[in-house]
């Protein structure tokens, strides 16, 4: 197994689950300093990204300490998306410290990675099915118990920025918004 001076690890982090923190902890094994980057930092209040970049490295802090991860080995860094996926990779190495590494299990975000020949590592997922996060914000949306797929310090910041209704409200508009007819305005 390589051991890396500092590795990435890209997601975005919709909410930050135990599956994330499964994997920072795998990745800190094989290397000294870990760069969170967090992806798609310029969207929120939308289905596939409710929580804002500054919610997301929140969320991420409170689960960090709270398992006792030596926060001096992480900086965690939001990336917006540029619209152009063939200058993606180039706009990453320029917003990040130097890295030898990266890990994702987007395989679309490895195919530009590893165009542009740079290291790419999958990390192993833990329960992917029930663990992520599209999967936990349909339980919010439903209301059913997505607590005990998050850390509880996690969880509690998510119901303090009331995160999950906001997440309910957001779904109930877009459904209001596809049942109007063709043409309508709300």
Do not use: C
Request: glycine share 4%; charged share 25%.
């Amino acid at each position: 197994m390589p051991h890396w001076h500092r590795a990435v690890f890209i997601g975005r982090f919709q909410p930050f689950h135990l599956g994330h923190l499964d994997a920072v902890k795998q990745i800190l094994q094989e290397t000294d300093e870990l760069i969170i980057a967090v992806g798609s930092a310029q969207y929120s209040h939308t289905l596939e990204n409710p929580f804002t970049s500054g919610e997301r490295i929140e969320m991420m802090r409170i689960g960090l300490e709270a398992a006792g991860i030596d926060l001096r080995r992480i900086m965690i860094i939001p990336i917006p998306d540029i619209g152009e996926h063939s200058l993606w990779a180039a706009r990453l190495k320029s917003m990040l410290p130097q890295f030898d590494a990266v890990y994702t299990n987007n395989q679309f975000v490895k195919l530009l990675l590893e165009e542009q020949r740079i290291t790419v590592i999958e990390p192993k997922l833990q329960n992917r099915d029930e663990l992520n996060a599209t999967n936990i914000r349909n339980l919010m949306i439903r209301n059913e118990d997505w607590r005990r797929l998050l850390q509880p310090e996690v969880a509690k910041f998510i119901v303090q920025i009331k995160g999950d209704e906001r997440i309910r409200k957001i779904a109930s508009s877009e459904q209001k918004v596809q049942q109007l007819p063709r043409g309508a305005t709300q």
